[in-house]
């Protein structure tokens, strides 16, 4: 990825354009590299980004490294960008790849359906789903739920069986994570389904405030580093807000009960992947021995990339219940410092509890 400074025109003025060009692969290793090398960019009068190299493409790298040239088109508004050798990128261009940093070629993110292969880019709004909430009388978490199963739907082909179900779950709780924590409007999320390699990829990622400043809020907590911070945030009943002495502003099966990123990464471990990054520091976790590996990254907010293998899952309320018990078991040490509410969302299916009582609520507020 080699970047390279030019300086044309003549004794009365200079013209500093930086060359930079895209990785071989847009996959977990080459994203974050460039998200390195843009960080590292000076300021310049004209930056041209070639795509001549790319070649493997994955959903978190499409996602990360349009975010990326977005931010540095952004944050150099008085300089030029200009963009080559792309137009043989049609799978990235049907994606909304280009058009999410602002290159007019392809689809816009969102503008493609998407189907049982494939989710394009798509750019969702925490504010918007706030809203929704609010006319509709519902719980923000109902809201996410009901477009984690859509956007699952879509990418597996089907309404309903363990590979929804699965995705629906992972997918709801790394969106509550942003919208009640992230303090970012607007989120991006892209995936793929190969049903020939029974592997499932989900990348989404926020550009807000990161994980270090959300567990900050823990006053039980020392964190040192953005290493720090990311083993706490999978830690059960550690991360959001379910530490003793916070403040509860939710009740019932929707309050954040701390245990959605543990139980998340437990299930796509169970023979696939989870990925997580945070300002300077990126953890890939497996199964296994060797289970955890650390990146260097630059990225401001939280980015995340789920592998599932879907010839390796169990059904879903089982692993649940397997992760839940090995949570609450884990939590033990911690049991002075946590808080568990037992019937919240994190640590179940929506089917498992009873809405009943909160439909009659949002009923009475309609009549009222």
Known sequence: MPLNALKLGDKDQLLIIKNIKLPKALDLDGSLAFSLVLSQVEEADEYIIDFSNVGTIEPFGLLLVSSEIQRLIQSHPNSKCEFINYKNMTYAGTMGFFKAFGCEFGKAPGEALGSS?????????????????????????????ERSKELSSILCGASEGDINETLTYSIREIMRNIVEHSESKKFGMCAQYWPSKNKVEVA?????????????????????????????????????????????????????????????????????????????????LTKGVNAKKYYSCAFQGTAIRMVIK?????????????FRNEGYEINK????????????????????????????LRDTLRIS
């Open 333 to 360: 040490t911690y049991k002075e410092i946590t808080r568990i509410d037992p019937s919240s969302a994190s640590l179940m299916l929506s089917e498992d509890f009873d809405l009943s009582l909160w439909k009659k």
């Open 310 to 322: 879907t010839d390796s899952l169990i059904e879903l309320r089982a692993a649940l219940e397997k």
């Open 117 to 145: 292969r494939y989710l394009p880019i798509r750019i969702l709004n925490s504010d918007e789903m706030r809203r929704v909430a609010e006319t509709d009388y519902k719980q923000v978490g109902e809201v996410i739920e």
């Open 204 to 284: 989404i990622i926020d550009r807000g405030v990161g994980i270090r400043k959300t567990l900050s809020a823990n006053h039980h907590l020392s964190i040192t580093d953005n290493k720090a911070a990311i083993n706490y945030a999978l830690m059960p009943a550690i991360s959001g807000k379910a530490f003793k002495g916070s403040k509860i502003k939710q009740k019932g099966p929707w309050a954040n009960s701390g245990f959605g990123l543990y139980m998340t990464n437990r299930i796509c471990r169970n023979g696939g992947t989870f990925f997580i990054a945070s300002g300077d520091t990126g953890m890939l």
